[in-house]
C-alpha cells in the first residue's frame, strides 16, 4: 500500500491571550504558520490527490478572517482557549468541510500544524489517523 501526501504552508499575523491554570497572560502577536498536509492513498485520473491551487485558496480563506485580529474576539474563540491547538484543530476542521467534496473519495485533509514561535509547533490529526 502507498500513501501520497501533499503538504501546503499559509501564515497570518494575530494576537491572542492564553487562559493557563485560571490566569490570563497578556495579550501577544504571533506569525502563525500553518502547514496542512492531504493524504491518499491512490491519485484522481490527473495522477494528483488534487490541485495544489485549490487547497492554497481554500487556506486563504480560511485564514483571512484571522489576518490582523485578536484571536479572543473571534468565534469560537471568544469561547475557547486560542491555543495553537485549538488554532489547529480549527483550521483542519473548516479545511475538511470546505475541500470535502474536492478530495472525495481518494483523499482528505490529514493534519494542521501550527507553528506558533520556532521551535513551538502544535498539530491537529483525526483520532485514528496515521501518524
Request: overall charge negative.
Amino acid at each position: 500500500m502507498f500513501m501520497y501526501e501533499i503538504s501546503v504552508h499559509g501564515e497570518f499575523c494575530a494576537a491572542h491571550a492564553l487562559s493557563i491554570a485560571g490566569v490570563r497572560e497578556a495579550v501577544h502577536g504571533h506569525n502563525w504558520r500553518v502547514t496542512l498536509v492531504v493524504s491518499g492513498e491512490e491519485l484522481d485520473p490527473d495522477g494528483l490527490l488534487c490541485d495544489f491551487h485549490t487547497i492554497e485558496r481554500t487556506l486563504r480563506e480560511v485564514l483571512r478572517p484571522m489576518n490582523n485580529q485578536d484571536l479572543n474576539s473571534l468565534a469560537p474563540f471568544d469561547k475557547v482557549n486560542p491555543s495553537a491547538e485549538h488554532v489547529a484543530r480549527y483550521i483542519y476542521d473548516e479545511m475538511h468541510v470546505r475541500l470535502d467534496e474536492a478530495l472525495a473519495p481518494h483523499a482528505s485533509v490529514s493534519r494542521v500544524s501550527i507553528t506558533e514561535a520556532p521551535g513551538c509547533v502544535a498539530t491537529f490529526r483525526p483520532k485514528g489517523s496515521a501518524k
